[in-house]
């Protein structure tokens, strides 16, 4: 595995008075995938802290429950990423955001239908008080999906080789 990046300048190299943001991503991430990891390594660059939010959806049927697909993702990311948390919660992202100071909702993008999807949910977001940051995938990432993993059979470790 490569490097991970910084999770962003130290404390002392901030800006005197700078608010500190806290970004989440959230996800069934049912696995966790290279695609998954890349976001958030992005979103480290972008934010002072990151929360991995493993989410419950209801029109998801994931082969684990959230708590173990949060210890699941806990287990893929660099111990070296301090500002990197990770959450299981049930019930709105934008609910989570208010509850623990979350600043902004992180999605990742493959292709123009998820942007539509994603589009919507933004929106609705938005009306709630929180703005969603799209970050479009790399393009050695853009084809790999939660679905196209369990349907090989690749595990979550090997997906980010």
Known sequence: MRPGPSAGPPAAARPPGRVRVRAVYPGSFDPFTAGHLNVVERACALFDDVVVLVAVNSGKHPGADERERAAAVRAALPVEWPSVTV????????????????????????????????????????????????????PELSRVSSTAVRTVGTSPSSARS
Not at 96 to 113: F, L
Not at 117 to 131: C, D, H, I, K, T
């Open 87 to 138: 959450a299981a919660w049930r019930g709105l992202t934008s609910t989570y955001c208010r509850r623990h100071d979350v600043g902004v909702i992180v999605r990742g993008v493959r292709d123009t239908t998820d942007l539509q999807a994603e589009y919507r949910l933004a929106a609705m977001n938005q009306s709630l008080g929180v703005p969603t940051l799209f970050l479009p995938a790399q």
